[in-house]
């Protein structure tokens, strides 16, 4: 899919471009999926995703993962230069139009409560906090509490 405006093509993740992705989790601050984390997803682990190129350049991913009637979004990201401009809310409608041709019932995804900026996007689009997963990431100097975050479709 192409758009005209900054020239912005969002491509499903495949063998050939799913390592963009590391550089672009690197920038985000995000954990860096390993090589064979991203092509076992792919290829075993019922995952797919999207990335988004603005001229020839990789700015943002989103990785998501098919289970038996929800599917979950395990890790999203956009290039720290190319915030606030709906690059996210773009790959998230793609996945979108996945979630309703699929009949899925429900999307769900984990995020650190400190994250709000992520947590300001999920609501944004609709997200709503189901509970806290209490000590649920750890950190250098402990733990931190996550959000469940989910949307029902049908
Ligand atoms: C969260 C993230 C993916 C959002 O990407 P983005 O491309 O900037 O998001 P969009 O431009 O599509 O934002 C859509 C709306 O979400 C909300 N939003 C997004 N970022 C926000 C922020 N920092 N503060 C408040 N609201 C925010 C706003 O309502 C925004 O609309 P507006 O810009 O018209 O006000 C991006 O900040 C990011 O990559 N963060 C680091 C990685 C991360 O935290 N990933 C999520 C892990 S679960």
New binding site residues.
């Given amino acids: 899919m192409v758009c005209e405006e900054r020239n912005l093509t969002i491509e499903m993740l495949d063998e050939n471009n799913v390592l963009f992705v590391q550089d ?1 989790q690197k920038n ?3 954990l860096v999926w390993t090589s064979s984390s991203l092509f076992h997803l792919l290829n075993k682990g019922s995952g797919y995703g999207y990335i988004l190129k603005s001229f020839n350049k990789y700015i ?1 991913y989103i990785l998501l993962r098919s289970l038996a009637d929800e599917e979950e ?1 395990l ?6 230069s ?11 409608y793609e996945f979108e139009k996945d979630v309703i041709r699929k009949n899925v019932k429900r999307i769900f ?4 409560v400190k ?4 947590i ?6 609709g997200l709503k906090k189901i509970k806290v997963l209490k000590d649920y990431y750890k950190t250098d100097n402990g733990y931190e509490n996550g959000l469940l975050l989910s949307k029902v479709y049908f």
């Fill in positions: 672009i985000c601050k995000e943002g979004v890790s999203l990201g956009v290039l720290n190319n915030r606030r401009k709906g690059v996210a809310s773009k790959l998230f995804l984990e995020v650190k994250n709000y900026s992520a300001c996007f999920y609501e944004f689009l």
